[in-house]
């Protein structure tokens, strides 16, 4: 590090955003330039540090997420320094960036991870909830505890963990797809799962290999509202007790229509200052009004990206994500971006797309940390392994669930077929087929499937021969295709 005033330092690499995407590259280039100064920039006063991470296939990973204070990371890593004080200025031509304390940094190589934030249905409205980090994450539980109905709007992962886990509360939830759960699960699944939503909820979860999220209570500081803290992943409602007001009221669920033709949400009206009993109503598409305490709003992110905006030239994609290329770099000479807040900007693989997900932030940032060291040694790079097929793991009701390649058939128009078994209650297996051969699978349930089915759409094995016998359950398929 070369100090250029006092207020003004140098480093030849700066990374923004103490989440799991910008711990990652830090760790990364820390560890390859054990002589160099990496500076960490960063909103919060936790940082995320990924642990016991278990490469379970060649693509699908296994890994816990810790919150931690920064200084975990600088005992382990002497050479990384963590600095919290958000980015409030990027001057992309001068490799200058401001931070919110009036320091100056100078960078060669700048990766920015800032992540994203929920994207509200409505702006400023104190009876509508996004759920990102900790802090908002304390404020729903704390608001839920006095609550006798909420809505949730939206249909992605948080959605569907939040109308599980909540008890002793009526929830409404209001989506506009066809199905429940379509970003990870099709209808057939959803029709699997859904009776999980009345049923009684185990006492303990069942066991289940996926990402956990776990914060140190005895180290963490007390995060107040000390600007933009990272996303929570996986398992984030287990800490904390969702639990509404109604002491024995059962695991209520509304959903707007029968259940078998799921909710119609279009239109949103919130009227907020009602003269009515409850403090919020939903007005939905289906011409029903719902007065409730408070709605979560759980319909997507949008990428922190404001800071870095102003006077630069950025390729922004249409979810205004920073747009990347196959080596993780944005339009700005020298920056390059990782995790929530960039966008993938290269030719995908046949089987992979972009989720904002735990696994691609980390993937993300250990590329782009990768990348920014092959720029500085001259070194050719070719775009990871990791990014040739999209794998991911998680939980859903209970149900442990793999997505794999085109799960949902995404970008296959009608040019392919499904398979699928289904056990009630027990395992759920689809397979997208195109040509014969299989694109991309959704297993729920202890099915075991998930290595063998990576195999079979990395290699393209033409599958017709088999037809339906490829899901025939008393045909041992790990052994044949061995
Ligand atoms: P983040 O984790 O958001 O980190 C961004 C960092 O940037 C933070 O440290 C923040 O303080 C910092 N920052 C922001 N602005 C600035 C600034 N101006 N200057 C400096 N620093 C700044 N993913 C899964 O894979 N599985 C799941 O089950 C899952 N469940 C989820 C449940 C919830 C409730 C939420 C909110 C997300 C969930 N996700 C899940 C998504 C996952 O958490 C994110 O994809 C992932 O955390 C993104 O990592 P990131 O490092 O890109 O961003």
Known sequence: ??????????????????????????????????????????????????SNFRQVSKTLEDF????????????????????????????????????????????????????????????????????????????FQKRLSSAKRIVVVGNGGIALELVYEVEG??????????????????????????PSLEAEKPKKALPCKRTRYTTDKDTAPNTGSEGPGSALGPD??????????EQVSPHLIALLEPIHSVLLLLKIAVFPFSTGVW???????????????????????????????????????????????????????????????CTAGWEPSAFWQQMRLWTQARQMGWYAARSMAADI?????????????????????????????????????????????????LEYVKVVLRGGRMMGAILIGETDLEETFENLILNQMDLSPYGQELLNPNIDIEDYFD
């Not at 001057?91 to 934030?117: P, S, W």
């Not at 509360?169 to 199905?179: F, G, L, P, R, Y």
């Not at 984030?236 to 007001?245: C, K, P, T």
């Not at 709003?297 to 994609?317: I, K, Q, R, Y």
């Open 279 to 341: 403090p919020i109503y939903a007005q939905l598409s289906n011409g029903k009004t719902y007065g409730c305490d408070f709605i979560v709003s759980a319909t997507g992110v949008v990428p922190n990206t404001e800071p870095f905006l102003h006077g630069n030239n950025f390729d922004l994609a249409e979810d205004h994500g920073l747009k990347v290329d196959e080596h993780m770099q944005t339009s700005e000479p020298d920056v390059y971006a990782a995790g929530d807040v």
């Open 64 to 139: 816990e997420v810790e919150e931690q204070p920064s200084s975990v990371l600088e005992e382990k890593y002497p050479n990384l320094k963590v600095i919290q004080s958000a980015v409030t200025v990027l001057h992309a031509k001068q490799h200058t960036l401001l931070t919110e304390n009036g320091q100056v940094f100078h960078y060669e190589k700048l990766c920015v991870c800032t992540g994203a934030r929920p994207k509200l249905i409505i702006q400023d409205n104190p009876h509508v909830l996004g759920i990102r980090d900790t802090d908002s994450a304390q404020e």
């Open 1 to 50: 590090m070369a100090t250029a005033s006092q207020s003004e330092v140098q480093f030849r690499f700066v990374v923004a955003g103490g989440g799991i995407a910008g711990v990652t590259c830090a760790q990364q280039l820390a560890s390859q330039f054990p002589s160099l100064d990496i500076v960490l920039l960063t909103a919060a006063p936790m940082v995320k540090t990924v």
């Open 377 to 425: 040694l001259g070194e050719a790079i070719e775009l990871d392994f990791c990014f040739e097929l999209f794998s991911h793991i998680t939980k859903f009701f209970n149900y442990k669930v793999v997505l794999l390649g085109k799960f949902n058939a995404q970008g296959l128009g009608q040019d392919h077929e499904l398979l699928v078994r289904c056990t009630k209650g």
């Open 236 to 245: 984030w409602h287990e800490s904390i007790s969702l639990r509404g007001a």
């Open 169 to 194: 509360c009526e929830v409404i939830w209001a989506v506009k797809d066809k199905a429940i759960g379509n970003a990870f699960i099709d209808a057939g699944a959803a029709q699997f799962i859904i």
